[in-house]
């Protein structure tokens, strides 16, 4: 059994000293490599190691890194891995990564990218061969890296194009090479959109300006990497005047880097050529404010029918009362007494009448009852009246599409949201389609007849603008959208390198506050250039006083009553006066 033992012993021994001859092959590369490795991660952390390739010393060194790996051997993935943006991609050698997989190569745009180069590739070569993938962040090692402790790494705007570096120098291997892109042109194309970006000569310079909250933000970044701005202009010179959907296309086509615009990002299902939503709002309608009742429909309003029958009930209990109280037996009750009660009659309407001379106490209780709701009444009805011709009621705005089915406003979209609007069911006649010009127009003239889809964003400069208005004419629906939740996000260019410091800029802005500094000062901008008028666009009131029409109703009831008044006197002189005895109760 101890033989046994000595001799496994001495073959595990053996074992080891084997392996330890194989892998003395290139001990010091591999030393140095590990120290390149430590180096990277203290410039910039990273937290998954990717390696193209096999047959050299990274697929070993990743097990003494304690970092996730993923062994690439073949070249490629046909599995759409969602690394994150801190991978550190090491190739075996330049041809290693063939990666093909499209979300996988998105994902890994902007990873950094250590090579190993064998053979003799010119640094200027690879560099250039990365640059037209739209690759920047490449570092390359030579295999005689263990001798001379130079790592190569690419730079984009200086004349070399690459940088020759001595590990023991401790300078920067990867660099953000965007943060100075030396006057390097950004591609873009502005779309002229109050508030968000509008063009402006430049008084004492003449230059060609744009401003706007859009378009601050891509000029605060142009100077912060100190880049130059490259217009796009001749993309326009065939075709309708571009819209943002336009320049969503081309930024999608790479003929634009970024577009000083919104992207059309409700149709995205992803962020590949839009940037992280810049500002969120929603996109709704802004509604006429609801109609004043007519002056003549008030006296009408007020007279409701319940109310009637209650005083009517009121009237007869009060006036049978009367009737038996003062003759003390129920045969007198009839019909015509009680409703044609001289006392009650008069009571009710407030007007005087005679008081009986020897009154029990109970007949001057019920005075008192008919005195105290005659009074009621006749205050009421008149407070009413006087306080709805003063200010009459509005109508309740509008909640939802059945509402909208109802009034009279008709809907006025653009071209492009025709295919939502027709799935929200509101009948053709309702809707107007309208070019994105026309309707711009439209919208600025407050016409009242109809009602328009903006965004929460320009919300914010009508509502400024109507601020200066005699009164507001329209509010801003925050139930009958055509959108609900709207992102303005900008349009980029697919394999844009630099889009992280684009992002970065763009949080920053608005974590300062510029950006709602720009909105709150939009409406003052577009007064200043035009877009935007000071002039009072509210209709002058039409109903700001009563006419004699307005009160159709009343003199209506006022002659019949007159009316019957003179019918009940010429009957009184031509009949008998003993026929009209029995209505007059109390004598
Ligand atoms: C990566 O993310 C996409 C969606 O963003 C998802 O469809 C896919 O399954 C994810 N891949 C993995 C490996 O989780
Ligand atoms: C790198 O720098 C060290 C000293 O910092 C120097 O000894 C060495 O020769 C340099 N190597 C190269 C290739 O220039
Ligand atoms: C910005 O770029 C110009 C070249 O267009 C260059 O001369 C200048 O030095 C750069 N500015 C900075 C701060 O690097
Ligand atoms: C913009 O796109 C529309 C269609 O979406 C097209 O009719 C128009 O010609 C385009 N304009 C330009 C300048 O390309
Ligand atoms: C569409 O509107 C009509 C009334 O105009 C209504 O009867 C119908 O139920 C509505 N359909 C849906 C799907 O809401
Ligand atoms: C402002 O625009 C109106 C038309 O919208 C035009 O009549 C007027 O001349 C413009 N004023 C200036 C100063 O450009």
Not at 74 to 91: A, R, V
Not at 198 to 222: K, S
């Amino acid at each position: 059994m101890a033989w046994f033992i000595i001799i496994l012993l001495w073959l595990g021994n053996s074992r080891a000293q084997f392996v330890d001859i194989t892998s003395q092959t290139e001990p010091d590369l591999e030393e140095r490599l590990f120290g390149l490795l430590l180096r990277l991660k203290t410039e910039k952390i990273y937290d998954t190691l990717l390696i193209y390739g096999r047959d050299c010393a990274f697929p070993s060194l990743a097990s003494r890194l304690q970092v996730p790996t993923v062994l690439v051997s073949s070249g490629s993935t046909n599995f759409e891995w969602n690394f994150s943006s801190l991978t550190l991609i090491l190739s075996c050698d330049i041809q290693a990564e063939r990666e093909e997989n499209y979300r996988t190569l998105m994902k890994l745009h902007l990873a950094r990218r250590l090579i190993l180069l064998r053979g003799d590739f010119q640094p200027e070569s690879v560099c250039d061969f990365y640059s037209k993938k739209d690759q920047y962040n490449i570092a390359m090692v030579k295999e005689n890296f263990d001798q001379f402790g130079v790592v190569y790494s690419c730079r984009l705007f200086q004349d070399q194009n690459y940088e020759k570096i001595n590990f023991s120098e401790g300078k920067p291997i990867f660099i953000e090479q965007f943060r100075n892109m030396h006057g390097a042109p950004i591609r873009t194309f502005p779309v002229v959109k109050p508030p968000q970006c509008m063009f402006y000569r430049d008084a004492t310079t003449g230059e060609e300006r744009y401003i706007g909250f859009v378009a601050n933000l891509l000029n605060n970044f142009v100077t912060k990497v100190n880049a130059t701005l490259s217009m796009q202009m001749e993309l326009a010179k065939n075709g309708a005047e571009p819209s943002f959907v336009n320049v969503t296309n081309w930024a999608a086509e790479d003929l634009l880097d970024i577009g000083m615009s919104e992207a059309l990002s409700s149709r995205m299902s992803n962020f590949d050529t839009i940037s992280y939503p810049y500002l969120m709002s929603s996109y709704c309608f802004m509604i006429p404010v609801p109609d004043k009742m007519p002056f003549s429909e008030i006296y009408m309003a007020i007279v409701s029918p319940p109310v009637l029958i209650v005083l009517f009930i009121i009237f007869c209990i009060i006036s049978v009362m009367l009737i038996y109280i003062q003759k003390k037996s129920w045969r007198a009750l009839s019909v015509t007494s009680v409703l044609m009660n001289d006392i009650c009659l008069r009571g009710f309407l407030a007007q005087p009448f005679p008081f009986p001379r020897h009154s029990s106490r109970k007949l001057k209780l019920i005075f008192m009852i008919l005195g105290f709701s005659s009074v009621i009444t006749t205050t009421m009805y008149l407070a009413y009246l006087q306080t709805f011709l003063w200010a009459p009621p509005v109508d309740p705005p509008m909640t939802s599409l059945a509402d909208l089915r109802k009034s009279r406003y008709k809907m006025a979209i653009s071209i492009y949201d025709a295919d939502v609007v027709n799935s929200l069911n509101v009948s053709k006649e309702q809707v107007v389609v309208l070019g994105l010009t026309k309707l711009r127009h439209l919208r600025g003239t407050f016409n009242d007849n109809y009602i328009y889809p903006v965004t929460g964003l320009r919300w914010i400069t009508f509502n400024m603008q109507q601020n200066i208005f005699a009164y507001p004419l329209f509010y801003y629906s925050e139930t009958i959208c055509v959108n609900y939740f709207d992102i303005l996000s900008f349009p980029l260019r697919r394999h844009l390198p630099y889009r992280d410091l684009f992002e970065e800029h763009m949080l920053r802005q608005k974590e300062f506050g510029l950006t709602k500094l720009w909105l709150d000062r939009s409406f003052w901008v577009m007064l200043r250039l035009n877009h935007s008028t000071r002039e009072d666009l509210s209709p002058p009131l039409r109903d700001d006083y009563i006419e004699v029409d307005n009160l159709y109703w009343v003199l209506c009831l006022y002659f019949a009553g007159l009316g019957l008044g003179c019918t009940c006197f010429i009957l009184e002189l031509i009949t008998p006066l003993t026929r009209w005895g029995r209505f007059r109760v109390l004598q």
